[in-house]
């Protein structure tokens, strides 16, 4: 599997980024206890405003696609509402985010919406993400849209594991 997070789209700079990158990252980027900032979540992450110095989007750059290729779970988020808050969580415990912790890398939103409640919504913490994609108009998106697709999409992660 894929062990780096690719980053394309409308940048300056694209990047493949691997664990050692993120751990790179300058310290002012750095979240050493997720804990701090979404309670009940544990790991080191850096904050998407450090990708984006790494990345440099255009002014084009509106949306933000989070992908996910292991399971094909994608989402598509304005990147205006996440810009100041957004995560990237790349380990736990110092250690590689396993795939069972969704990693290799997880996107985390703090304070975001209950499911399907917003498009900033819990469903956009997208697992097991290896492809950021910076877009100018919504890109696809295969979150649940409702209670039925959520419960079907929870009840079939249940039998995954
Ligand atoms: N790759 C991937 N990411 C995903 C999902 C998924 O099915 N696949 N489910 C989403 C949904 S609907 C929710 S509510 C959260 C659940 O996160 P948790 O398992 O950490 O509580 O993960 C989101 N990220
Ligand atoms: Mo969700």
Known sequence: METALKVNGLVQ??????????????EAYQVVD???????????AI???GL???????????FLGLHGTLDDFHASIPLAAVRER????????????????????????PDHAACNTDDIDECANVKFLDHIEFTAERGFDNRPEDED?????????????
């Open 13 to 26: 700079t694209e990047l493949n980024l691997s664990i050692e990158d993120f751990q790179n990252v300058t």
């Open 34 to 44: 997720i804990t701090t900032l979404m309670p009940g979540r544990e790991g080191q």
């Open 47 to 49: 904050t998407l405003e």
């Open 52 to 62: 984006l110095a790494l990345c440099q989007p255009s002014a084009e750059a509106q």
């Open 86 to 109: 957004g995560l990237i969580q790349y380990a736990k415990n110092e250690q590689a985010l396993d795939v069972k912790a969704g990693g290799p890398f997880r996107f985390l939103i």
């Open 149 to 161: 697709e959520h419960a079907a999409l929870h009840a079939h992660e249940n039998t995954e594991n």
